[in-house]
């Protein structure tokens, strides 16, 4: 069997893989993938907070970025902790409005980002198997007649956490929240801008116009909920999210569209124990922590996580504790002031606290 040697090898070519990919220039990296190609189509996870900017400035791709096919975010119209409708806008934050991204040529950025520093991309990489022996990770793509070899080895398969399952660390999964949602095709009249958000009785909505026309409509409720088979007929979903004025009013003219369903829950890595997988081992993205939606923190968290690591790999994370514990440090923090966050605003809708969703939510 062939052995190729690499400086670090990344498990999933997403947002947080590709990002860090980037940074880790000019050393000799391995992305491998589970999809059999870059991805395409419209993909839910749009909302990209205005901090993110210096984030873009230095992965090298801010100029690029600018020119895209995003849209400025508007103001958002919540109903969350009232029944009447809050008007927010970002006035007052220091870091700008944010976008709604062009999800797909978002993603087809950092691809060519991650190529333009001379990372190597694999796809169509299904499964694996993986040992560390020595000084190194060793990695087999099944199938595969190459071993990869490095010292290094990162996860950045997502909400999966595949690797870092894999290797015995535990993964916590807060809640078992799924997001229902739609792409409304385009209407010519719409021309509205805002962020809805709304809570009701078995979860929480939201809807916003995208660059492209679509609309997005998504519906966050439990797993468990048992209206849910009947919610993922198009017609029923559509009709159900017009009960409600705030939405109803932009989504007069659209067309019901095929409901598809994501899981969208938080779910949290043994960040503290991320050594007891291996030296080297590293987990980023959402494989580390999966945020939920309501928090639109996860595209944020990808590129800077990305870019914690690429600093504990630059500082050798794999023979230097300090460096490794730098980056656990930051990422628990992280989790810590999330997780109570997220408390305070699942308690918020109070009128709602008995019901099973928000009560299993309030912590
Ligand atoms: C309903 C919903 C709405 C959201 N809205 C927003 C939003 O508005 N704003 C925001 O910032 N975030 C949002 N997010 C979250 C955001 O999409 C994620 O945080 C972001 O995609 C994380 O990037 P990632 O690279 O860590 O993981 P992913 O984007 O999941 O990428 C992981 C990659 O790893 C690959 N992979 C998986 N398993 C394997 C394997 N075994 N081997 C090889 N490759 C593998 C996958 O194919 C994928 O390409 C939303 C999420 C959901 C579910």
Known sequence: MQAREWDVIILGAGPAGLALAT?????RVLLLERQAQAADGLRIGESLPGAAGVLLQRLGIWEAFQSGNHLERGATIAIWDRDEPVWRDSLRDPAGPGWLLDRRGFEQLLLYAARRCGASIDYGCADFQVARQS????????????????PVIVDASGRAAYLARRLGLSHSKQDAQLCLHSFLPGHAADEDTTMRILADQDGWWYCVRLANGYRVLAYHLDAKHRGRQALQQPDTFL???????????????RKAADVHVRPAGTAVLDLANLDAAGPGFLAIGDAAITFDPISSQGLFHALASAESAAAAIHAGCWYRADALAAFQQELLAVASHYLAK????YRGPERFAQAPFWAARRG
């Open 135 to 150: 000084a190194y990770w060793t990695l087999v793509p099944e199938g595969s007649q190459v071993r990869h070899l490095a």
């Open 239 to 253: 009709a159900r999210a017009r009960r409600h004025p705030l939405l109803a009013e932009v989504l007069t003219q």
């Open 23 to 27: 940074r880790l220039a000019p050393k």
């Open 342 to 345: 997220r408390r305070l605003t």
